[in-house]
């Protein structure tokens, strides 16, 4: 995650490399991390681009797990915004 500081919607960037499995898992796994990040785009700061690296282990990965797991990554935004604004 980086915050840019820019004026714009926040950018959200997938790697999701062929270690993941066929290429109907990895755009299975592309589109539910579209999805979680969807809902999350209200809660990260504008200007901000995430790139998320999806492991082989997010291919057998629930809905739930990748919702947790990214949440759990986006809450660490929130003390560094606080720490580079003071």
Known sequence: MMP??????AR?????????????VRNTVRRRLKAVCAEALPRVPEGTDVVIRALPASATA???ELRADVNRCLGRLAPAQTA???
């Open 62 to 64: 629930s809905f739930a």
């Open 12 to 24: 959200f960037g997938f790697i999701v490399s062929k270690q993941v499995g066929t290429a109907v």
């Open 4 to 9: 840019t500081g820019e004026s714009r919607a």
């Open 84 to 86: 580079s604004a003071s």
